[in-house]
């Protein structure tokens, strides 16, 4: 497998694949991979000629510095993980960050036409101009015709198909179905670092999902998410941060439902230090 840890060495082997028509998917991650990851790379693989996986912890889009520090860099492991998958038709760019970013750590500001204050935008300051900023730089790098995202971050999925519209940046995004453990936890890198009695505990975040997707049926949003609050209230091991039913296309929370509309329960938990997200379509 080709590993590349320099922009304008892999740039030499991305013209080569263009020279050759090569069709390229692009699945962008943090490292610390796990199946839902590998997912993805089987997507980008069943559309694509080649997949690239760039594997690189992002600083700008941590608002928390420890947070930063302690996730996990496995690039090892990552890399025998995706020869599972295919050992020639992966190429991975597990840049150092001077290599992204040069001398200047910074990010870009964006408009997302408001998605980026809701949510995930509105808990944790300067994350969408963070991700914003990694992710078109590495559509300038890797220059897709696809790329692929999971939809555990489906906030930033919406914010990325709004960054390369308004950029017009010729590159497909592809959203991809959560995976889930077999006790329905979504699956996140940083599921690694719950302790033994949170991973017990953290599949009630999906439980509740379900339940909320169930009794929104029937009863207004408000009730579902006063309802969701007291289910939390009862679980001590997990702190709920937000529970929110949106508008599917602008993220705007739902205050009236509309049966033109479609809708999507968000959800972020702590399990401890560990910050947890999820979601589910409502209707
Ligand atoms: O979803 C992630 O892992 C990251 O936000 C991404 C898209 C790789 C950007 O750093």
């Known amino acids: 497998m080709k590993v590349f840890h320099n922009k304008s060495e892999l740039s030499q082997l991305i013209d080569n694949f263009k020279t050759k028509n090569m069709l390229i998917g692009f699945v962008p991650t943090m490292g610390a991979l796990h199946e839902g990851h590998l997912s993805l790379v089987e997507k980008a693989l069943s559309e694509n000629q080649v997949a690239v996986v760039s ?41 150092a960050v001077e290599d992204v970013y040069g001398d200047d750590v910074k990010s ?116 579902v998410t006063e309802w969701v609050e007291k289910q939390f209230k009862k679980q001590p091991l997990l702190e709920l941060e937000y529970f929110i039913i949106a508008d599917t296309d602008t993220l705007k929370p739902v205050k009236r439902k509309s049966t033109k509309k479609t809708y999507r329960a968000f959800v972020a938990v702590y399990a401890g230090d560990i910050r947890l997200i999820d979601n589910i379509a409502l209707n």
Do not use: W
């Open 108 to 223: 870009q500001s964006f408009k997302f036409d408001g998605l980026e204050n809701e949510m995930e935008g509105a808990f944790r300051e300067g994350h969408f101009n963070g991700v914003g900023t990694i992710v078109k730089r590495l559509f300038e790098i890797v220059t897709p015709n696809r790329a692929y995202f999971g939809e555990k971050d489906f906030q930033q999925l919406q914010i990325i198909k709004k960054l390369v519209e308004l950029h017009h940046i010729p590159v497909k995004v592809i959203g991809c179905p959560i995976h889930r453990a077999e006790d329905g936890l979504a699956m996140s890198s940083r599921n690694t670092r719950l302790t033994e009695n949170h991973r017990k505990v953290a599949p009630f975040i999906y439980e509740t999902l379900k339940s909320a997707k169930t009794k929104f049926g029937t009863k207004s949003a408000k009730n």
């Open 55 to 95: 594997v690189f912890v992002n600083p700008t889009q941590f608002d928390n510095q420890e947070d930063l520090v302690k996730y996990p860099r496995t690039l090892e492991t990552d890399i025998e993980l995706l020869k599972t998958v295919s050992d020639h038709k992966i190429v991975v760019y597990a840049p």
